[in-house]
């Protein structure tokens, strides 16, 4: 079975420009998230979608980010305009969702490094 | 504010040895709980998850959970220097809820 799939693995970019990652889940997970890590310290949550509703947004900094999960399946993450204090590793995880127990086990991806010089 | 305590280390434990790993959590309400191993430079891999008190066994590891003292542990017997990791403890709500995360330990196993 095949992981969850990020692309581009290393992103190096100017402060002010814009940047998307992309996101592809384990076949037939429902919910989707996205995570910043930063050096030193835990993942912490950016978003989670169920399906194609994002259902936690709290955390996600909305003057300059936003997501989109299209038909419920991939999904991308943009930052405009990115700010030095961007730089990290956005993580990306799925699980299959409602259900309970191991239906909430979220597998992650390998990340995006991005760096805002 | 949900918070998920653990030991930074570097906890340096030797080869063949039993290396334990501790972890507290402020929401009572907590119903899932996920141990994670982190190599340098990776994503997280999820290797072991506990849902009701007691102890649970997967090979060489062993989860433990302490609802009551709020308290989650991870054991790894006979540590390998392959064990060397970052092992991240993180906790939900239950159910399909984003996971909050502890900053990690840092495990050695020394050869």
């Known amino acids: 079975e095949a992981g969850v799939v990020q692309s581009p693995r290393y992103k190096i970019i100017e402060k002010k420009q814009p940047v998307a990652f992309w996101c592809n889940p384990i076949?037939?997970?429902?919910?989707l998230y996205w995570y910043l890590q930063n050096l030193g310290q835990g993942p912490e949550l950016l978003i989670r979608y169920e399906n194609e509703e994002a259902v936690d947004d709290s955390q996600l900094p909305k003057d300059r980010f936003s997501a989109e999960r299209l038909k419920g399946v991939d999904s991308t993450l943009k930052i405009q305009p990115a700010e030095l204090g961007d730089s990290a590793v956005y993580l990306c995880?799925?699980?299959?969702?409602?259900?309970?127990?191991?239906?909430?086990?979220?597998?992650f991806g390998p990340g995006t490094r991005l760096t805002v010089l | 504010q949900k918070e998920v305590e653990q030991n930074s280390g570097p906890l340096s434990v030797p080869e063949g040895a039993i290396a334990s790993l501790n972890c507290t959590y402020s929401?009572?309400?907590?119903?899932?709980f996920f141990w994670y191993r982190q190599y340098s430079g990776k994503s997280p891999e999820l290797i072991m998850s506990i849902y009701s008190n007691g102890d649970k066994e997967d090979g060489r590891f062993t989860a433990q959970l302490n609802k009551a003292s709020q308290y989650v542990s991870l054991l790894i017997r006979d540590s390998q220097p392959s064990d060397s990791a970052t092992y991240l403890c993180a906790v939900n709500g239950g159910g399909a809820d984003g996971l909050t995360f502890g900053k990690g330990t840092h495990l050695i196993i020394q050869p």
């Open positions: 076949s037939g997970h429902n919910t």
């Open positions: 995880a799925s699980s299959l969702g409602v259900g309970g127990g191991t239906y909430n086990e979220q597998f």
């Open positions: 929401d009572r309400v907590s119903q899932s």
